[in-house]
């Protein structure tokens, strides 16, 4: 059903009582084209794509729990393309453009929200290098803007700008970047991919593949074994379980990041905020919480919860260029399990088996690249060949020395 | 989390970094596949849901190195020792 001002009024006639379900619950069948593993944003997406772009219709999507509750329902829900690395900022900055017009094109409200994201800089080396940042993110299509103090205080008069140690000395400006109501993106991409055809079978974890002659021919689940000649992991902090499971191994940890709210309070943060002498950035909700967030805990985790110290660090942060917030109450806190990968950039290439392929290693960042990763993915997946945007995404970059390490911090997922 | 040092006695995990898990054995350069060794040694990971073998640093404390056995899923701490002399089974 088609969502618009005429079907709410409609509804509401009828005292909002006829209102169909926005997907089916779909059953496992015997056989499919393809099956993507993971029911979050990536594989929802990857999903959608591969049946609006490739025409593959006959497709299931298998999710161990109910969808949208992985990190896709976790993260902190900012959307932006500011990467200094060209591989990186074509990429993104294609997700950012998708973004802007996916809510017409799901039927669906994403609350799709350019309210700009700031980079605040502390020293003039600082400066030197988000001028430097701004200038690569123009040359991969993205905006960006350098703000001088008076203009950051004009918008954001709250700010310590005369902080002792980290004085705001002015901010790098991507006007287009912003946040995306999280869950939302989840259920539009679920409710129209189910639309076009595809099974999106919930309650359904995958235990196993079925591998003859070292090709993949389908997966064993929790609900029975399910044929298929493709086969996409797409599962965010637990792909090295699935590639366990598989045979071989991925340059990815698993990490735990926390994020935090408030309890809500009138219009008060205009846009995204980041410090940048420490980790801590920040947006409000339209409910008005205060959502932020900072570091990794900085160890392996698949527990989705994590320990108090890195709270008190990430508050510590926010004191030193918002102590207004010192008064605000915490109202919640969890975490989540992110795949950090060995150059803190994304994989999306066929697996080391054949008839299985890789979307993984989104470390913290992966929800604003969501719907060019389903595209992405569906390309590969779909024609056995990567998207051109995706080219530079492949797992034999670590032994061919083309990382891409945005930071520069080596093979040590914990630090970028 | 507290990490029992052997040196400092139990302590808050926020004095200690982690290092991941306790890599194989440094492959000879020497030998015939040394390249994809040596790959797989960097950038590979087993990345297990359930106990790990870890290094960890008392950066905080004693600044030795440590052994951590740690179940990721539950972050119980099943066992810790300095990893300086010891081989890879904590002997
Ligand atoms: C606290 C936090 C804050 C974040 N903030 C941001 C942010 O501000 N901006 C940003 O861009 N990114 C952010 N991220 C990162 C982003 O959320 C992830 O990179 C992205 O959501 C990962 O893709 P996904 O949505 O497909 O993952 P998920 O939603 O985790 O989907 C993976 C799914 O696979 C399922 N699964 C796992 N194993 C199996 C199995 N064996 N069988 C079947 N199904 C299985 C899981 O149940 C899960 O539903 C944040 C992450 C966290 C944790």
């Not at chain 1, 993110?137 to 350098?146: C, P, V, W, Y």
């Not at chain 1, 008069?157 to 005369?162: A, E, G, R, S, T």
């Not at chain 1, 408030?262 to 205060?290: C, M, R, W």
């Not at chain 1, 999306?348 to 979307?359: C, K, L, Q, S």
């Amino acid at each position: 059903m088609k969502y618009s001002l005429f079907s709410l009024a409609a509804n509401t006639l009828t005292k909002h009582k006829n209102w169909k379900p926005a997907l089916v619950d779909a059953h496992p069948k015997a056989k499919y084209d393809a099956i993507v593993i993971g029911g979050g944003g990536h594989g929802l997406a990857t999903a959608y794509y591969l049946a609006r772009e490739f025409g593959l219709t006959n497709v299931a999507v298998l999710e161990k729990g109910a969808i949208g509750l992985g990190n896709v329902g976790r993260n902190t829900t900012i959307v932006r393309s500011n990467y200094l690395l060209p591989q990186n900022g074509v990429f993104y900055q294609h997700a950012l453009s998708q973004w802007e017009t996916l809510e017409k094109e799901l039927n669906y409200n994403v609350m799709v929200s350019q309210r700009g994201v700031v980079n605040l800089f502390h020293s003039d080396a600082q400066r030197d290098a988000f001028a430097r940042r701004g200038n690569a993110m123009r040359l991969s299509g993205a905006d960006a803007e350098l703000l001088g103090r008076d203009k950051v205080q004009k918008m954001m008069p709250f700010l310590d700008f005369d902080n002792a140690r980290f004085p705001i000395m002015g901010a790098l400006l991507q006007k287009t970047g912003g946040t995306v109501r999280h869950d939302a993106v989840a259920w539009g991409y679920a409710r129209a991919a189910s639309e076009l055809g595809v099974d999106i079978i919930q309650n359904c974890e995958v235990t196993g593949f079925e591998i003859s002659n070292g090709r993949a021919t389908g997966v064993q689940t929790t609900r029975g074994t399910i044929l298929s000649e493709k086969i996409g992991i797409s599962v965010a902090g637990n792909s090295s379980m699935l590639a366990q499971m598989g045979g071989f191994r991925l340059p990815i940890e698993s990490h735990l990041l926390q994020a935090f709210v408030t309890e809500a309070v009138k219009p008060l943060i205009p846009n995204v905020i980041t410090f940048g002498a420490g980790h801590f950035y920040v947006s409000q909700s339209d409910k008005g919480g205060l959502v932020f967030g900072g570091d990794l805990d900085g160890y392996n985790s698949y527990a989705q919860r994590g320990g108090i110290y890195t709270l008190r660090d990430v508050v510590e942060s926010g004191m030193a260029i918002m102590p207004m917030i010192g008064r605000i109450k915490l109202l919640r806190s969890w975490g989540g399990t992110v795949d950090m990968s060995m150059d803190g950039s994304p994989i999306i290439d066929r697996a080391p088996v054949e008839g299985i392929f890789v979307n993984a290693g989104w470390c913290y960042g992966g929800f604003k690249a969501t719907p060019a990763a389903g595209l992405s993915f569906a390309h590969l997946i779909a024609r056995d060949e990567p998207h051109k945007i995706a080219k530079a995404y492949t797992l034999n970059r670590f032994a061919s020395g083309h990382i891409i390490d945005e930071k520069g911090q080596g093979a040590q997922p914990n630090l970028h | 989390m507290r990490i029992n040092c052997p040196y400092c006695g139990n302590r808050d995990v926020a004095e200690f970094s982690s290092m991941g898990e306790e890599p194989a054995k440094r492959p000879d350069p020497q030998q015939a596949d040394a390249q994809t060794a040596f790959v797989d040694y960097v950038y590979l990971r087993n990345n297990p849901a359930g106990p790990n073998k870890e290094l960890w640093y008392h950066g905080q404390g004693c600044r030795q190195w440590l052994r951590v056995n740690r179940n990721t899923l539950s972050h119980k701490i099943l066992g810790v020792s300095l990893a300086a002399g010891g081989d890879q089974n904590g002997k």
